[in-house]
């Protein structure tokens, strides 16, 4: 079984298998057409004239394949229904995140800023290379001639772009097409386009891994310890060989879990509940969630190990020393999981040419694909990846030891291989894997003057680097500096006079990965409940405090003071009804600028009620506006929602949630109403999955104190003195 | 052992052993993969189908226990008159972000609304509790549903 014959859906149009001009790029990054085995297609068109977007980049529901597509459509001169997309396959060469390097892959919130131009330009080498065609056949000047929705027009003259594509696939492609004028647009900033992946999302159709099934598959799951990094020496399955479709058990070769194997889903779900193994613990990890805390806190009383921004730190200290008052604040970030609504899960198979198979939702490919060839001996070349639908990510389908795809590989490779194997996760094996936004602690004392004004701001941060040990490491730490531990501080667009940042690392008692907004997701909520603080410190406005540090009229200090201003009157800030409270939040991230004012009934003691949040984002030229208010939306519940209610925590090493009913997501009612706003902007664009996370959580912070005289500087705020209706 | 079931108005004979959850019934044996596992407790709604035209979660649904009643997945949606007004409120929406929980989200939309053609913002926020959605579409799954009782009514 080949990716070609695979079950996927509408995600392989017609189109594809007989696509005859084919548009991308060489290796060099030279434009090119055609047949050529090096080349890395966009766009491939067929001789019925069907256009087929090519994705880089994989879905987990932030909208790429609407957005590539868009960029080919509009270039091209389609309307949204006269294109279709289809997943790259995994070559790090030749389908690198131009943000990330040789990497294939997703994160950042890169997927539309590293690909603009160059979807654009493959989607206006075809427009050339197909007026160019029709300018030919008609005896016109190709400047005559333009394409609208997939007609093409011009001197008196209309047809179908169908009739010009096989001749079209025999011209060398241009190697500066002319890109369209903003003017030109149609499509980018087009509120009215509609996703391309919804119709399929809403009647079942849509294939996500979990819901592939290959012949003769066998159903996998791992049983795990409890305590990480403790080893499988053996296993009884007298038990579950009493468990009808059980097949059999192994220990994995790296000695992690054992692998249950069965005939269908349930059948290994109860296997391996019924399996008994026997655990190596002398590496296991044995701290409880109150000693990673506890040494956290007291990193944050001691020297920083780091300087962030070298700067003078005695400096720092004689300006608090002279402050007219000093505001201070400590603050404690949990673990949290991830926690994806489709359960973590792909599915590995032997290929007749001696290569393996791997379908997975996979949001880093180059990761997994290394591994698989090292684990199978094969070069690069015999591992493919189908890439499919993904049911969220927020990050985790994204690890540097591609934990869940070598899991897989593993129980593939110790059988004998002629049963494709489908590796599925529980949610209890999701909540328990041991991934986490990693937990920080802050320790902030800001001085000011007489007048309110900000004379120094003294800021420690400890806890546990997300990149160091990795694979990543050399990419992000500089000098000693995990840079994703500090994001969004240190680096602050705020004019604040007097700053020292110190970073101190903690000992990682879990596996730490990105999570949704990254660094963000603590630095964020410390520097604007600390400027909320000053701010009430002084007796000023929140709002109007913000912008006094974000003067000047270039940059980031202007665009931010733009979303703030913005948030501000759609918010009606200052005017909140009677019973109600306001907080305002402002953060740069990923490239993008967003402001959020949480309004809220009720207070700490009697119960929050979130009744609505208005959200201003400036993420540079806005290509598919409705999904980017979609993706501020769904951010901003992200990041209230695990602040308001979850955390992960660890007895004795092991994890004490289980299952969504201690880990509880957002619900609908938790939010009233989310008003979201996009700054028009003619900037090159910015991302959009994550910077909505950010500031929502600090908003709601300062809308709380704001109401109660309460500030929560230790998460979730339902343990710490808030309940919410 | 073999069960018969009454399926999207078809009958279906189906072998599981007793005590299966009628979710992996219908994805591992029937290959009908549009209801999805999200928790198995319960907890999130993924897995909601419809028994007798009610909402129900079929991770806790024995097949034991569905021998004669009429089970609706999201797969035959399309030829319901509520389902397909909730399907078209959604993609003219475009509620969902990845998709994975709007399999359940609509089956008990159409529950709702096949209740109470025109909930409140409090009903639809009580009734639809407990799906899940890790992406947060919620504000649009409100809207949507309006928007079906909208389409429905004209
Ligand atoms: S899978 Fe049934 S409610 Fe979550
Ligand atoms: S759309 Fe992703 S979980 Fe609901």
């Known amino acids: 079984m080949t990716i070609e014959t695979t079950r996927r859906g509408f995600l392989t149009s017609a189109a594809a298998a007989s696509a005859i001009l084919v548009v991308g790029v060489r290796p060099n990054g030279a434009l090119a057409a055609g047949g050529d085995a090096m080349l890395n297609p966009f766009v491939k068109i067929g001789a019925d004239g069907s256009v087929t977007a090519i994705v880089k980049h994989f879905e987990m529901g932030q909208g790429p394949t609407t957005g590539l597509s868009t960029l080919i459509a509009e270039e091209i001169g389609l309307r949204m229904d006269q294109i279709g997309f289809e997943f790259a396959p995994s070559d790090p060469q030749r389908y690198a995140n131009l943000a990330f390097g040789q990497i294939q892959g997703t994160g950042g919130s890169t997927a539309i800023a590293n690909s603009f131009q160059q979807y654009r330009t493959a989607g206006a080498a075809a427009r050339e290379m197909l007026l ?32 010009f594509v096989e001749a079209a696939s025999a011209l060398e492609a241009p190697t500066e097409p002319r890109l369209k004028d903003p003017s030109e647009f149609r499509l980018i900033g087009n509120p009215d386009v509609r996703r391309l992946d919804s119709p399929a999302k809403v009647n079942g159709t849509a294939m996500f891994a979990i819901d592939l099934h290959l012949p003769n598959e066998m159903f996998t799951m791992i049983a795990r310890p409890e305590q990480r990094g403790a080893l499988a020496l053996g296993f009884d399955d007298s038990a579950a060989r009493q468990v009808a479709g059980f097949i059999n058990a192994a220990i994995l070769p790296n000695q992690a879990g054992v692998a249950v194997y069965a005939e269908n889903t349930w059948a290994a779900m109860q296997a391996r509940d019924a399996l008994q193994v026997e655990w190596d613990l002398s590496a296991a990890e044995t ?6 805390q506890a040494e956290i806190m007291a990193a944050l009383e001691a020297e920083p190990t780091y300087n962030v921004n070298k700067t003078d730190q005695t400096a720092t200290q004689a300006a608090l020393d002279g402050a007219a008052q000093v505001v201070e604040q400590t603050f404690y970030f949990p673990l949290l999981a991830h926690a994806p609504m489709e359960p973590l899960n792909c599915v590995i198979e032997a290929n007749d040419d001696g290569g393996i198979t791997l379908h997975d939702g996979a949001q880093m490919p180059t990761g997994p694909h290394m591994a698989m060839a090292e684990i199978f001996g094969l070069p690069m070349e015999k591992i493919r990846i189908n890439t499919m639908l993904a049911g969220g990510s927020f990050g985790r389908r994204a690890t540097p030891e591609a934990d869940y795809q070598v899991e897989a590989a593993l129980a593939f490779v110790v059988t004998d291989r002629t049963r494709p194997v489908k590796l599925v996760w529980s949610r209890e094996d999701d909540l328990r894997s041991g991934y986490y936004r990693p937990a920080f602690g802050h320790k902030v004392r800001v001085g000011l003057d007489d007048a309110g004004q900000i004379v120094g701001w003294d800021h420690r941060i400890a806890g546990q680097s997300i990149m160091k040990g990795t694979a990543f490491e050399s990419f992000v730490v500089r000098d000693g500096v995990d840079h994703s531990s500090v994001e969004g501080a240190s680096d602050t667009p705020y004019q604040i006079p007097g700053a020292f940042f110190g970073l101190t690392d903690t000992e990682k008692a879990t596996s730490t990965l990105w999570w949704r907004a990254v660094g963000h997701t603590h630095t964020a909520y410390v520097m604007e409940v600390m400027m909320d603080m000053a701010a009430q410190a002084a007796g000023r406005d929140p709002v109007e405090y913000r912008l006094s540090y974000l003067q000047g009229d270039g940059g980031d200090q202007a665009r931010l003071a733009g979303v703030l201003r913005l948030a501000a009157e759609k918010a009606a800030w200052g005017e909140a009804p009677a019973g109600h409270a306001q907080g305002v939040a402002v953060h740069k991230s990923f490239g993008s600028y967003v402001a959020e004012v949480v309004e809220i009934s009720g207070n700490a003691e009697d119960g929050v009620k979130i009744e609505k949040v208005t959200c201003a984002v400036d993420c540079g030229l806005a290509i598919n506006p409705d999904v980017i208010k979609a993706q501020m939306e769904g951010g901003i519940g992200y990041g209230i929602g695990h602040n308001m209610r979850d955390q992960i925590t660890l007895s004795g090493g092991a994890v004490d949630q289980y299952n969504f009913p201690d880990y509880e997501p957002l619900r609908i009612g938790d939010i009233a109403a989310i008003d979201v706003h996009i700054v028009p902007s003619a900037e090159a664009p910015s991302g959009a999955g994550e910077p909505g996370t950010p500031p929502a959580a600090p908003a709601l912070a300062n809308a709380i104190a704001a109401a109660s005289n309460l500030r929560v500087g230790v998460l979730p705020m339902d343990e710490n003195g808030v309940a919410f209706v | 052992m073999a069960f018969s079931l009454k399926l999207n108005g078809k009958d279906h004979t189906v072998e599981a052993e007793p005590g299966t959850p009628l979710l992996w019934v219908l994805r591992d044996e029937l290959k009908m993969t549009g209801t999805k596992f999200g928790c198995g407790v ?18 806790q649904t024995y097949i034991d226990d569905v021998e004669g009643v009429e089970i609706t997945t999201i797969e035959a949606m399309e030829r319901d008159t509520i389902g397909a007004a909730v399907q078209q409120a959604w993609v003219e929406l475009d509620v969902v972000q990845c998709g994975y929980c ?14 109470n053609p025109k909930p409140s913002v409090e009903e639809i926020d009580d009734y639809m509790y407990g799906n899940a959605c890790r992406c947060a579409t919620y504000q649009r799954i409100r809207a949507g549903i309006q928007r079906a009782a909208e389409i429905l009514e004209a």
């Open chain 1, 287 to 292: 701290r409880s969630s109150d000693e990673i």
């Open chain 2, 42 to 59: 319960a907890a999130c709604g993924a897995c909601t189908v419809h028994l007798d035209g009610q909402p129900a979660r079929s991770c």
């Open chain 1, 132 to 163: 160019e065609t029709a300018a030919q056949a008609w005896g016109v000047d190709a400047s005559e001639l333009t394409i609208e929705e997939g007609i093409v027009t011009g001197a008196n003259n209309a047809a179908p772009l169908a009739e």
């Open chain 2, 102 to 115: 709007q399999s359940g989200q609509i089956m008990s939309a159409v529950g709702l609304l096949s209740e």
